[in-house]
T-cell receptor, first 113, second 114 residues
Framework: DAGVIQSPRHEVTEMGQEVTLRCKPI?????LFWYRQTMMRGLELLIY????????DSGMPEDRFSAKMPNASFSTLKIQPSEPRDSAVYFC???????????FGSGTRLTVV | KQEVTQIPAALSVPEGENLVLNCSFT??????LQWFRQDPGKGLTSLLL?????REQTSGRLNASLDKSSGRSTLYIAASQPGDSATYLC?????????????FGKGTKLSVKP
């Protein structure tokens, strides 16, 4: 298995532009999570899906953030418009359930200038 | 609100030394606990997952223990090597409730000197 795959690995964009991050979970995992990691706040859960349905989006910081999971093998996290304070590493993780733990992707390092 | 604390924030040891990383959590009602390793600029690699009914897990030179009643977990690394240098993160799963309740500590940055 290739693990959780995220793209792009790095993204540099100008303030005000739209950014889309992509994630392919491990096949057979029915939970998908988006996390954000910063030096100040560490790892924070943004949103998670179960069987493609958003369950908890209380961690999404603002309406500028949105996430979708159109099918079991693909999810996107979109920021529109982007701001410098959105600069962080964004991780996607998938799981078969708590008892099995989570598997993380390699992350997308976003820089908004 | 569950809070996870890892002490120390950074640790430097000579190669070959045995060491212990600490993790504490404020709410003992956890489902299980997972230790991760993060190399600079990389993602998180799962090291050990301890179920709530277990007290420890071992993998190679790593041993993790869990004491729910005291709100503590430790990660023991035997005979440390320079390749062990990384940030080690502890994360707890809330007991019951939402699947998404995985709370992370801020990690311990380990440096093993040759």
């Amino acid at each position: 298995d290739a693990g959780v795959i995220q793209s792009p690995r790095h993204e540099v964009t100008e303030m005000g532009q739209e950014v889309t991050l992509r994630c392919k979970p491990i096949s057979g995992h029915d939970y998908l999570f988006w996390y954000r990691q910063t030096m100040m706040r560490g790892l924070e859960l943004l949103i998670y899906f179960n069987n493609n349905v958003p369950i908890d989006d209380s961690g999404m910081p603002e309406d500028r953030f949105s996430a979708k999971m159109p099918n079991a093998s693909f999810s996107t996290l979109k920021i529109q418009p982007s701001e410098p304070r959105d600069s962080a590493v964004y991780f996607c993780a998938s799981s078969q359930g708590q008892i099995y733990g989570y598997t993380f992707g390699s992350g997308t390092r976003l820089t908004v200038v | 609100k569950q809070e996870v604390t890892q002490i120390p924030a950074a640790l430097s040891v000579p190669e070959g030394e045995n060491l212990v990383l600490n993790c504490s959590f404020t709410d003992s009602a956890i489902y299980n606990l997972q230790w991760f390793r993060q190399d600079p600029g990389k993602g998180l690699t799962s090291l050990l997952l301890i179920q709530s009914s277990q007290r420890e897990q071992t993998s190679g030179r790593l041993n993790a223990s869990l004491d729910k009643s005291s709100g503590r977990s430790t990660l023991y690394i035997a005979a440390s090597q320079p390749g062990d240098s990384a940030t080690y993160l502890c994360a707890v799963y809330r007991d019951g409730g939402s699947q998404g309740n995985l709370i992370f500590g801020k990690g311990t940055k380990l440096s093993v000197k040759p």
